[in-house]
Each structure stands twice: as structure tokens, then as C-alpha cells.
Nanobody, 128 residues
Framework: HVQLVESGGDSVQTGGSLRLSCAVS????????MAWFRQILMQEREGVAM???????NYADSVKGRFTISRDRNKNTLYLQMNDLRPNDTGMYYC???????????????????????WGQGTQVTVS
């Protein structure tokens, strides 16, 4: 039973930084694709960043140059470093993984929520 648990959300002022973490448990292998998404109120979940075990990353245009996704495979933890935060970065942030280690995601779907099976409960980021 895979569990993803996010942490690190907080309230910060514009221009501030936060580092989100996502601890993966219940599975000893590394998922090939993991990603961060965010959701604001009743809007659709938006892809923020993706990372592949081979090192490939992909970012939404709105966060390029400000956010950095990384993973520590020894700790089975995914991270999202967020710098120069803006009010429109406010939202609930979720980490996600594909359902099986071997699952393949085409590049055009890297930030599509439907590509991911396992989800955390979310951590709130508020920027004012």
C-alpha cells in the first residue's frame, strides 16, 4: 500500500521561499515519474513540476526559474524548492507518482494529472 505524505506548506509573504517534501512509503522501488500539482479552491488541478528517475525535469511555464523539483532516492523523498513566491502560487500542493515503477508517461502528459495514480493528501501554501 503506497502512501505519499506531503509537508512543508506554510503562509509566506510575496518573494519568500518554501521547500515542500513528499515522503513515499509502502514501496521499496523508485517510481519512474513523480510530480507536484497544485489546486486552488474549485479549480482544476494544475501540474507544477515533474521529475524522472533519469534526471529529466519538466516545469509549468508559470514556475520556470523559480521552482526546482528534486528527489532523494535513498530517503524515498520528493522535494519542491519554491523561490520568489507570488500570491498566485497560493494553493494546495500535492505530490503524485505513477502507479507502477515501469509505467511510461509521454512527454506531452508529464504534467497531466491523469498520468498519475498515487496521490498525497496535500499541503497548503499561502502567499500574501
Amino acid at each position: 500500500h503506497v502512501q505519499l505524505v506531503e509537508s512543508g506548506g506554510d503562509s509566506v509573504q510575496t518573494g519568500g521561499s518554501l521547500r515542500l517534501s513528499c515522503a513515499v512509503s509502502g514501496y521499496s522501488a523508485s517510481f519512474r515519474y513523480m510530480a507536484w500539482f497544485r489546486q486552488i479552491l474549485m479549480q482544476e488541478r494544475e501540474g507544477v513540476a515533474m521529475i524522472h528517475t533519469g534526471g529529466t525535469t519538466n516545469y509549468a511555464d508559470s514556475v520556470k526559474g523559480r521552482f526546482t523539483i528534486s528527489r532523494d532516492r535513498n530517503k524515498n523523498t520528493l522535494y519542491l524548492q519554491m523561490n520568489d513566491l507570488r500570491p498566485n502560487d497560493t494553493g494546495m500542493y500535492y505530490c503524485a507518482s505513477v502507479g507502477r515503477v515501469s509505467d511510461w508517461v509521454p512527454p506531452q502528459s508529464y504534467l497531466n494529472p491523469s498520468s498519475y495514480t498515487n496521490w498525497g493528501q496535500g499541503t497548503q501554501v499561502t502567499v500574501s
